[in-house]
């Protein structure tokens, strides 16, 4: 599987990614085990978990994904062959159970980093990222931007100097972004200029062809900066699969089991859904395929974070990195992006 280089760093990932947040939820110790080895056999040696999976996110289910992949490793003994990222998490969101409330302050940088490398049984990780940002910001689809009160927000200077001793201990490697904005980008990318602090290598957002609202803004700062795109939800929770047209309810999708999850349902979104659906058909293409490709083929993009929850699923998103989508597909996919832009933010 192709190689490509995180940011700046000497580390390179395969561009395809092992999303985990399933695992401890819909999938048990033995299934993930399952997914991992048969992802790495495919030619990923990227892993993206995260302290607060799976999601949905619950107290006592709470670091299961990190166990999981931990066990794994365990019993596996191939850790330098991988790029391992987890993310610690950002103020609110319902977090309570996590450190009480989980924040970016130094102490919460380092006490979130033990944890996790204690729960993943490794002594370091390849990639740290900050799960959403600790001040007040539109980020997991919400749409403008009104002021807020940041007084209690933790100083990015802060949340980077904790970073920086953390990767002067050999603990991490190299610090990421996620559901972050282009200030927040910049602003982090500024600091580590001026104070010598850790440069940001990547940022993980959602991108998908329900989603291309990176392409504003942070494209260019991927392209200029080096920061690339770590592409989550690239199958905009399995809807691009066409699985959920016509009032579908698979009845182990995420979407029939989680109703919360209603980011990618509205009606527009069926529209642009059914459109793409019937291109890839009018092709001879797999709907998740082409979605996939799509994504992957994007110059931005570092690496296409994939998550299954069988391993059918799996094997057919494993697939879509042999696809190479044709001029006539993606002009027939800008064609519907042209008519119904972003419709899920």
């Not at 110790?29 to 999601?55: C, K, N, S, W």
Request: with cysteine; charged share 20%; glycine share 8%.
């Amino acid at each position: 599987m192709q190689q490509r280089p995180l940011g700046h760093t000497d580390i390179q990932v395969s561009r395809l990614c092992l999303g985990t947040m399933t695992f401890g939820e819909q999938n048990s110790e033995a299934e993930a085990h399952q997914q991992l080895d048969r992802a790495t056999a495919a030619g990923i040696d990227f892993i993206d978990t995260a302290e607060m999976y799976p999601v949905p996110p619950k107290a006592e289910t709470q670091g299961l994904t990190e166990r999981y992949i931990g066990s794994w490793l365990a019993k596996r003994g191939r850790r330098d062959d991988l790029v391992i990222a987890s993310k610690a998490a950002g103020a609110g969101r319902g977090m309570e159970h996590l450190r009480g409330g989980p924040r970016h302050t130094r102490e919460q940088i380092h006490q979130a980093l033990d944890a996790s490398l204690a729960r993943l049984q490794t002594d370091y990780l390849d990639l740290y990222q900050l799960h959403w940002p600790d001040r007040h910001v539109n980020c997991f689809g919400s749409l403008g931007y009104l002021p807020g009160d940041d007084s209690n927000a933790t100083p990015l200077e802060e949340t980077l100097s904790a970073l920086k001793e953390a990767v002067d201990a050999g603990k991490i490697r190299a610090i990421g972004l996620s559901n972050d904005t282009p200030w927040g980008v910049m602003r982090c990318l500024q600091l580590a200029d001026q104070h010598g602090l850790p440069r940001v290598a990547s940022v993980q957002n959602p991108y998908s062809l329900l989603n291309r609202s990176f392409e504003v803004g942070l494209s260019e700062i991927a392209h200029r900066e080096g920061v690339g795109l770590l592409a989550y939800s690239p199958l905009a929770f399995g809807v691009l699969s066409g699985k959920y047209l016509d009032g579908q309810k698979p009845p182990k999708g995420r979407l029939t089991l989680f109703e919360r999850f209603s980011r990618y349902t509205s009606e527009v979104a069926q529209q642009a859904t059914r459109e793409y659906v019937n291109i890839s058909r009018d092709h001879g293409l797999d709907p998740s395929q082409m979605a996939l490709a799509y994504v992957t083929s994007r110059p931005f993009v570092t690496s296409n974070i994939i998550g299954a929850t069988t391993l059918e699923q799996l094997e057919a998103n494993l697939e879509s990195d042999s696809l190479e989508l044709s001029n006539e597909v993606i002009e027939a996919i800008e064609s519907v992006h042209r008519r119904i832009s972003n419709p899920c933010p």
